[in-house]
């Protein structure tokens, strides 16, 4: 069967000053500032439109201290997206910065790993150090899309469409799914938290928040694996993605850039 070939954009909303140590289990002896930023990600084939991830509002970035730079809805219609009117949104894993935005996507199924519903509704939730990545409000609107026929349960590896596919990796969150999407330049794996930033795959550390460190670097070797090269796989909030990637037009520099 012929693949599909995908555009693939990333979507900058939002952004968040700190320190390098706070981006490694362990900290890191060359600790300087290492700001980070928040994405969402679409891949747009032929009229299909897969949204991967779906950020958080001005209200969440209030509370938890976060600065908006362009709202997930401004982003999505600069490259031709209509929020209400996508079907299908990705969602890589339930944390806060990847499920917000509730009413931006009325039309759409959310696709996401049982075992992330299960983490995020279960006896882990018990935990207010497991729990502080996700926010309530955000657990209870996935809850009552299930009520309402509009989330689809995934199970390990799946592909969803020709060319796109979803890799439950964990480790970050016990569900955590990577996107592997097959572009003009080869397989694309958007790692989402897969790998916060180059230096975690590269130098085969993981972030502070995690369930499972031995699945956060098993899904390293993975993440390798399913790309074209080291350079296909695409972390899920460093800023240097916008630098090594092409913007998507030249009034998008530093906004959106174009990953296939
Ligand atoms: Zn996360
Ligand atoms: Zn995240």
């Known amino acids: 069967m012929g693949q599909s070939i995908w555009e693939v954009y990333a979507v900058r909303y939002a952004h968040h000053h700190r320190m390098a140590r706070e981006n490694f289990l362990g900290g890191d002896v060359h600790d300087g500032p290492m700001p980070i930023d928040y994405f969402v990600w679409a891949v747009r084939c032929e009229g299909r439109v897969f949204v991967i991830d779906t950020g958080f509002d001005e209200a969440m970035a209030l509370k938890r201290g976060r600065t908006i730079v362009h709202n997930v809805g401004a982003g999505l219609r600069a490259i031709g997206i209509d929020p209400a009117q996508v079907e299908d949104v990705l969602i890589t894993h339930m944390h806060y910065d990847h499920c917000g935005n509730h009413a931006l996507f009325p039309k759409a199924r959310y696709h996401l790993q049982d075992r992330e519903m299960f983490f995020s509704t279960g006896r882990c939730m018990c935990h207010p150090h497991l729990q502080f990545p996700f926010d309530e409000e955000d657990v209870v609107a996935m809850v009552r899309r299930v009520f309402h026929g509009r989330v689809v349960f995934h199970d390990g590896d799946e592909e969803i469409a020709p060319g796109l596919s979803l890799h439950r990796v964990g480790g970050h969150s016990m569900g955590l799914q990577m996107v592997r999407v097959n572009t003009r330049r080869g397989w694309v794996v958007l ?70």
């Open 191 to 260: 790692a989402s938290d897969a790998t916060h930033f180059y230096a975690n795959i590269e130098r085969g550390l993981a972030y502070p928040i995690v369930y499972n460190v031995a699945d956060v670097l098993e899904g390293y070797k993975r993440a390798y694996a399913l790309a074209s090269s080291p350079g296909h796989v695409v972390p899920g909030h460093d800023p240097l993605v916008l630098e090594r990637y092409p913007s998507a037009a030249p009034e998008l520099k530093g906004w959106i850039a174009r990953l296939d």
